[in-house]
C-alpha cells in the first residue's frame, strides 16, 4: 500500500485566521500579573503573554507552518511611530496590546484612546506610563472613550490616576487592572516630585463583578497612613493582588485588605519608609503579626509571595540564636508563604505553620 505524503501541496495552505485560532487554542493569551510592578521581569512577562501566539503570516504550509511562524503583531509600541498618521497608516488586525510611554510618544492623547479602536480591533489592554514629570494629556474623558468604544479586558496606568480616571475604568468589565496610586507635581527648579493621591480612595471599584486581578502601587514621599477606606470594602471575584509600597512612602497595613472571598494569590513588596529620616516610625507597619492576621482574613488564599521586607521590620522583629539572626513568621494552614532570597537582606526566615484546630464534637 502506498504511503501518501501529508505535505500540504501548492495552493492548499490553511488560512492566516484558521492558524491563528489554532495558536490561541494552544496557548491563550494572560493578562493577569505574576510579580510586583517595578520588576523588569514583570514587565517582560506581561509583554509575552501577548506575544507567545502572535502569528501575522505563514511561513510554511499546513500545520508544519505552526512551528515557523512569525511571532509579533499582538503588541503595538507607541514608542516606535512618530504621529497617529504614521502608527494608522499600518495595519494591526491582531493587536491586543497598546502600551505607551507619553513622556516619549508625545503623540498619545485623549483623541488617539478614542481612536484606537479602528485601527485595533482586537484591542484587549492598554498600557500607560510616563516617568518624567506630570503629564496631562491623558484625563477622564480619553480613558472613557477607549472604555466606551472597545471590550477591555486589562488596563494599566502608572501615573497620575485621579478620581475621575479612577471612576471611568471602573465602569469597564476589567478582568486585570495595576495602578500607580501617586500623583507626579511639579518642584522646585523645574523638577517633579512625587505626591499621596490626596483623594486615593478606590471605592469606585466597590464590588466590581468582573476584576480578578489587581496589582497597586504607592510611590509617594506620603501615603494614606491613617486611611481606612482607601480600598473597598469587597471584591467577591478577586483572584490575585499585588501591593508595593515605595521606599519614600509610608503605609498603613493594618487595614490594608478588603474582603476577597476568592483570592488565591497574594504578592506583597513593602519598602515601607526605608529612607524616611528624620520623621516618625510609619504606622502600622507590616510586622509577623500583622502579615498573619492578614492571610488569616482571606478564606480561600493559597500562596503569599514576599519580594521586599521593609527596613523597620527587619531591624526590630529578628531574635538572636547560634549566631544567627532570624525573623519568624506564621502562616495558616494551607496558605505557602514564601519569600524571596534578598527580601531580609541577611536575614534567616522561619516560617511556622499554624496547628489546625480541632473539629467540634457534634
Known amino acids: 500500500m502506498a504511503i501518501m505524503d501529508p505535505t500540504p501541496k501548492r495552493g492548499q495552505e490553511l488560512p492566516e485566521e484558521l492558524l491563528l485560532e489554532i495558536c490561541e487554542y494552544l496557548h491563550p493569551a494572560r493578562y493577569e500579573d505574576e510579580a510586583a510592578l517595578s520588576d523588569y521581569d514583570y514587565c517582560a512577562r506581561r509583554r509575552d503573554s501577548h506575544r507567545s501566539v502572535a502569528a501575522v503570516r505563514m511561513a510554511s504550509r499546513g500545520l508544519r507552518g505552526l512551528l515557523h511562524m512569525t511571532r509579533a503583531a499582538r503588541v503595538v509600541n507607541a514608542n516606535a511611530y512618530r504621529s497617529y498618521a504614521e502608527f494608522a497608516a499600518e495595519a494591526h488586525p491582531y493587536a491586543e496590546l497598546f502600551e505607551a510611554k507619553l513622556d516619549c510618544a508625545q503623540w498619545v492623547n485623549d483623541d488617539v484612546l478614542g481612536l484606537l479602536h479602528t485601527v485595533m480591533p482586537r484591542l484587549r489592554a492598554v498600557c500607560l506610563n510616563g516617568d518624567n514629570g506630570p503629564i496631562d494629556r491623558i484625563t477622564s474623558r480619553g480613558v472613557r472613550a477607549l472604555i466606551e468604544s472597545t471590550k477591555i479586558e486589562a488596563y494599566h496606568q502608572y501615573f497620575g490616576v485621579n478620581s475621575a480616571i479612577r471612576h471611568a475604568i471602573a465602569a469597564a468589565p476589567l478582568t486585570t487592572l495595576s495602578l500607580k496610586l501617586t500623583l507626579s507635581v511639579p518642584g522646585p527648579q523645574g523638577s517633579s516630585i512625587l505626591v499621596a493621591d490626596p483623594d486615593g480612595s478606590l471605592d469606585a471599584f466597590e464590588n466590581h463583578p468582573t476584576l480578578k486581578h489587581l496589582s ?10 491613617s486611611r481606612v477606606d482607601w480600598l473597598p470594602e469587597c471584591l467577591p471575584n478577586l483572584e490575585t493582588l499585588s ?120
Open 216 to 225: 497597586l502601587a504607592f510611590f509617594g514621599y506620603t501615603a494614606p497612613e
Open 243 to 362: 501591593i508595593q509600597v515605595g521606599f519614600r512612602s509610608s503605609f498603613n497595613w493594618n487595614s490594608a485588605l478588603p474582603f476577597c472571598p476568592s483570592l488565591k494569590k497574594l504578592i506583597i513588596d513593602d519598602q515601607c519608609g526605608d529612607v524616611v529620616v528624620g520623621g516618625p516610625a510609619p504606622l502600622g507597619v507590616l510586622t509577623p503579626r500583622t502579615l498573619h492576621q492578614l492571610l488569616a482574613g482571606l478564606p480561600s488564599l493559597q500562596t503569599c509571595h514576599v519580594t521586599h521586607v521593609a527596613s523597620i521590620v527587619r531591624f526590630s522583629c529578628w531574635t538572636f540564636h547560634d549566631d544567627e539572626r532570624f525573623i519568624r513568621y506564621r502562616t495558616p494552614p494551607g496558605v505557602s508563604l514564601t519569600f524571596d532570597p534578598s527580601a531580609t537582606r541577611g536575614v534567616r526566615v522561619v516560617v511556622d505553620v499554624d496547628i489546625a484546630p480541632p473539629p467540634l464534637d457534634e
